[in-house]
C-alpha cells in the first residue's frame, strides 16, 4: 500500500496520455470534497464543496479547498462534475465560479436546483448542464458516463471518467439501501457491467469504511417516527439537515397519517424543501404544509415542525429554541425528534442543545435513544461487494479522514487486490495513472482556506492563534512613551488590561522588564518604533509566563516623547 509521505515534492511533468488526480479537499477530513483530474492539458472537476469550522476555528464561517494548484489554468476547466447536493460537496462552487464564472457545472436535476439557489445569493448565473443515470457525454478528452447510486439525498451519481490512459470510477457519496424510499437503488449492473470493460481506478466513499456490515435501509425508520408521532401529548418539533429530502418524506408521510399540518422553520430548510417539493422529488399531500403563524393557531396535537440545527450550530433553530432565543417556545409535553447523525467533532454542541430542550421539559428522541437515523454511507460488508463486483486495477480510497480511508484501503486488500495497487493519499498529494499503474508523484499545496464573513483566504492559522489566544489568555495594551534622545522612558508606562484576571498593579514589576528592553535596545542603537514594538512585546510575554503561567495577548504601542 502505498502511504503518502511528507517530504513530497511538487510533481513532474505529466507523462504524455497519462491521467493526474489530485484531491483538493476530501482526504483526511469529512468535508470540502474536490477532485481534479488532469489530462492532455485539459482539467475536469469533481465536486467542490466547503467544510464547517470547529471550536478551534473561531469566527471563521465555512473551510474551502485551496484552488492554488489550478488558479493559473482555470480556462483549462472542461466542467465540474457534482455528484450531489449536500454542502460539503456543493458549497464551494460559487467561490470557485468567482474566479471564472463561465465554467460548465454538470449534474442530476436535483443537484442544479440546489445550486442555482445558493449561487443567486452570490449573484452568479451559473452555466447548467443537467444529466441523468444512463447518460453519457463528452467533455473532451474526458467522457463521462453517470451511474445511479442511493444516498440520503435524492438523485446521487457516480461518475466513469473514460480516458486515453485508463477508466476512473468515482462512486460519490453511496450506499447500497435495497429498499429506498424512492425505489432508485444503487445501479449494481452498471457497476459490473463497467468492471467488465476494465475499472483502472476506483475511487470510493470510506466514511463508514470502519462499520462492519451493512448500512440499515432508510425504511427500518419508520417505526420509530410512527412510534414518535403516535404516542406525542403535543406538539412534534424535527430537527433534520436541510437536504434530507428522504428523511423529511418520512415524517410528512407520518404527520399526515396522524392528522398533523407541518411547518418548515429555517431559511435554508423552506428554500430546499421549495425546490424538492417543486421538482416532484418530496411528494407533499395537499393542504398538509402551512405557514408558521396559520400553525400556531392550531391545538398543539395537530402540529408538527421541521426546522435545521440538528448539530448544535448555534445560528440553527433547534439551538436557539434550546437556549430561549427563538419565537417558538419549546416547552412542556412538546416532542423533539432529531433525525440526524452527528457530525465528529460536534457531539458537545448536540449534548448542550439536548440538555437545553429537555431543562424547557421537552422530550428529546434522538439516535441515542431511538432508531431515527441511518447514515447515508456504505459500510464494510457494501464496500467488499463493491470490491469484488468492479474488480478495479487500482483502488483510491476517497472521502473520509485518515482512519477511514486506511479502513477501506485494508478492505480492498482483504478482497485480493494487491496493496501495492492500493494507493492512500491525502489532500494535495498527486497521483498519476500511467500505463494501468497508480502511483504518487507528488505533493501541491492543499491548505485550509478560511471564510471570514465577505473575505476569503485572509484568515490564516496565525490570525486564529491570536483569536485563541484572545479569548483564553486576554489581551493586555503595554503604552510606553520613550524619550527619543535617551531611548529611556519619559513616563510610567499604561497598561490596559482586557480578559486577564490580575488587577493593573500587577503589571508594576513589569516597567523594570521594559526599561531593560530599552537599554538592551539603546546599547544596539535600535530606535525604532517598530523593532522596539517587537522586543517589548517579547520580554513582556516571557515575563509575563513566568510570573502568571498565563500568555496573554501583548500589544505594544511605543511613543515617541
Known sequence: MSHPHPELQAPPKLPSGALRIVALGGLGEIGRNMA?????????????????????????????????????????????????????????????????????????????????????????????????????????????????????????????????????????????????????????????????????????????????????????????????????????????????VHRIQQVLDTAHAHGRKVAFVGRSMVRNMGVAGDLGYLKVPEGLIVPLDQLERLPANKAT??????????????????????????????????????????????????????????????????????????????????????????????????????????????????????????DGVVVDLVKGRAKVSGKVPAGLVFVDAQQVGGVTEATLKDRRTLAEEGVVTVLAIVDADTGKLADRPDFLVRGFVHEPKAFDPAVQVIEKTLARAAGEGIGDAHQLEQMISRDVSRWAHKTFRRSPLIIPVVVDA
Open 36 to 244: 481534479v483530474f488532469e489530462h492532455e492539458g485539459k482539467l475536469l472537476i469533481v465536486d467542490c464543496g466547503v467544510l464547517f469550522p470547529e471550536e478551534h476555528q473561531p469566527g471563521v464561517d465555512v473551510i474551502l479547498p485551496d484552488f492554488t494548484w489550478i488558479r493559473d489554468r482555470l480556462d483549462k476547466i472542461v466542467g465540474v462534475v457534482l455528484t450531489h447536493g449536500h454542502e460539503d460537496h456543493i458549497g464551494g462552487v460559487p467561490y470557485l465560479l468567482r474566479e471564472r464564472p463561465d465554467i460548465p457545472l454538470i449534474g442530476s436535476r436535483l443537484t442544479l436546483a440546489l445550486i442555482k439557489e445558493k449561487l443567486k445569493e452570490h449573484r452568479i448565473r451559473p452555466e447548467l448542464r443537467e444529466v441523468k443515470e444512463g447518460d453519457r457525454i463528452d467533455l473532451a478528452p474526458f467522457d463521462c458516463e453517470f451511474v445511479a447510486v442511493n444516498h440520503s439525498i435524492p438523485d446521487g451519481l457516480a461518475v466513469a471518467i473514460r480516458t486515453r490512459a485508463g477508466m476512473v470510477l468515482h462512486t460519490g457519496d453511496f450506499k447500497m439501501d435495497q429498499f429506498p424510499l424512492d425505489g432508485r437503488i444503487t445501479d449494481l449492473r452498471g457497476f459490473a457491467r463497467l468492471g467488465e470493460e476494465g475499472v483502472d481506478l476506483f475511487m470510493t466513499d470510506s466514511t463508514n469504511a470502519e462499520v462492519p456490515g451493512f448500512t440499515t435501509s432508510e425504511r427500518d425508520l419508520s417505526p420509530a417516527i410512527e412510534h414518535v408521532f403516535r404516542t406525542a401529548p403535543r406538539r412534534v418539533i424535527v430537527s433534520s439537515f436541510a437536504s434530507h
Open 305 to 426: 415542525l421541521i426546522c435545521t440545527g440538528s448539530q448544535g450550530e448555534p445560528l440553527a433553530a433547534l439551538s436557539r429554541m434550546a437556549s430561549r432565543d427563538h419565537k417558538i417556545r419549546v416547552g412542556k409535553g412538546d416532542t423533539i425528534l432529531m433525525a440526524s447523525s452527528v457530525i465528529p467533532g460536534n457531539e458537545n454542541a448536540i449534548s448542550n442543545v439536548i440538555n437545553g430542550l429537555t431543562r424547557w421539559g421537552a422530550n428529546v428522541v434522538h439516535k441515542g435513544n431511538a432508531k431515527v437515523h441511518v447514515s447515508g454511507h456504505a459500510s464494510a460488508g457494501e464496500l467488499v461487494y463493491c470490491y469484488n463486483i468492479v474488480k478495479p486495477r487500482n483502488v483510491m480510497p476517497v472521502h473520509g479522514e485518515y482512519r477511514h480511508l486506511r479502513a477501506n484501503a485494508d478492505l480492498a486488500i482483504a478482497t485480493g487486490m494487491n496493496p501495492d495497487n492500493v494507493v492512500l493519499a491525502e
